[in-house]
């Protein structure tokens, strides 16, 4: 695994709590999926009872405003080679067959949309560029 790698999920905070319990689970899941190295693997305990870890790395989750999502995922859609971006646009939680998800979507423009999170994984200098100036959601 990469030594200089930070991650972050960046979540409207205006948001039930609920939608941002949801919003923050899917796309630890997609930053997951995309980068296995975070979590494939398994501890056991002296006493032989093994688990899955959930994450080989601190995972911050941040707030942000509707605006400030769309300014941060126009800025990350230009990423490099190796850096993960998992987007969660609000259209998505209407949508409770993922094959409409993938259907949908390539007639959507993100840049008009609404998104109620974000998920970065990537360098550390990528990340804090992105989000340097959000507060940890409380």
Do not use: Q
Request: aromatic residues 4%.
């Amino acid at each position: 695994m990469p030594t200089d790698l930070r991650l972050a999920i960046v979540v409207n905070s205006e948001l039930p709590l609920g939608l941002i319990a949801n919003t923050v689970g899917a796309i630890a899941i997609g930053l997951g999926a995309k980068r296995p190295d975070l979590g494939n693997a398994t501890l056991a305990d002296r006493e032989g009872h093994a688990i899955d870890i959930s994450s080989s790395r601190p995972v911050p989750i941040l707030a942000a405003d509707a605006a400030t999502l769309n300014a941060v995922l126009g800025k990350a859609l230009s990423r490099d080679d190796g850096c993960a971006l998992v987007a969660f646009p609000a259209f998505a939680r209407a949508l409770h067959d993922y094959r409409d998800y993938e259907t949908t979507f390539p007639d959507r423009n993100l840049d008009e949309e609404v998104i109620d999170g974000i998920g970065l994984a990537g360098p550390t200098r990528w990340v804090r560029s992105l989000t340097g100036s959000l507060r940890l959601l409380r």
